[in-house]
């Protein structure tokens, strides 16, 4: 019986262990590639991202005609509590010179229980001379990765384990990346709130003790 249980913990250990693999591929002429999965790996060296979501999903991720994306993180951490609702702010790291790039802040919005809005406003040389307005709707993201197309160019996007920062990464022009930190607006409001239920329970604690 003793054996068991080891053997059970064990298991269980070994398959926290490793790194985490992201497999984004599709099959086709101008498909857009999605978000397949997450694999386990032992390590994120070698190629042994990229050769292990072929083994999984052989026919969309292929060097045929469609796109493939391999993204691998150490430490083994599988996509969880990931929350990509509420505003953020751009760190404006993008070069206008060149790109279209987002300025001000990026909204996401909820819609039902399955669909992401996202919300921007880009500006920049690469605009074609005008402010670009990005809104569209996606499924939610079940972890810490997903993926927009924008003005021809599919942007990777990562949420922090935080879900603090949100990073866009352009792989094709590398200088249009940009990444956008959550407002303080949500932390002062959380602050304002326990701040007045401090408040309310003081004023509670005196009215009993002077009732009794």
């Not at 298991?11 to 790194?19: A, N």
């Not at 990765?145 to 590398?174: C, E, H, K, R």
Request: proline letters at 4%.
């Amino acid at each position: 019986m003793l054996l068991s249980i080891l053997f059970i913990v064990l298991l269980g250990v070994s398959q926290c262990l490793g790194d985490t693999c992201y497999c984004t591929c599709c099959a086709g002429n101008s498909c857009q590639p999605t978000l397949l999965g997450n694999l386990t790996v032992s390590s994120c060296a070698s190629g042994l991202c990229e050769s292990t979501c072929k083994n999984r999903f052989p026919q969309q991720c292929t060097d045929g005609s469609g796109r493939t994306s391999y993204v691998c993180k150490s430490g083994g951490v599988t996509p969880s509590n990931a929350n990509w609702v509420g505003a953020f702010d751009v760190e404006n790291n993008c070069d206008k010179s060149f790109c279209c790039c987002p300025t001000g802040q990026l909204v996401n919005t909820r819609i039902g229980s399955n669909t992401l809005n996202v919300y921007g406003r880009f500006i920049g040389q690469g605009c074609g001379g005008a402010p670009v307005i990005f809104n569209d709707n996606i499924v939610m993201p079940t972890g810490y990765l997903t993926q927009l197309f924008f003005l021809g160019n599919y942007i990777q996007v990562t949420l922090s384990q935080d879900s603090q920062v949100i990073s866009m990464q352009n792989p094709n022009f590398p200088q249009c990346s940009d990444s956008a930190r959550r407002s303080n607006a949500n932390s002062i409001l959380t602050a304002h709130i326990n701040t007045t239920l401090v408040f309310l329970s003081v004023v509670l604690f005196i009215l009993t003790y002077f009732s009794k």
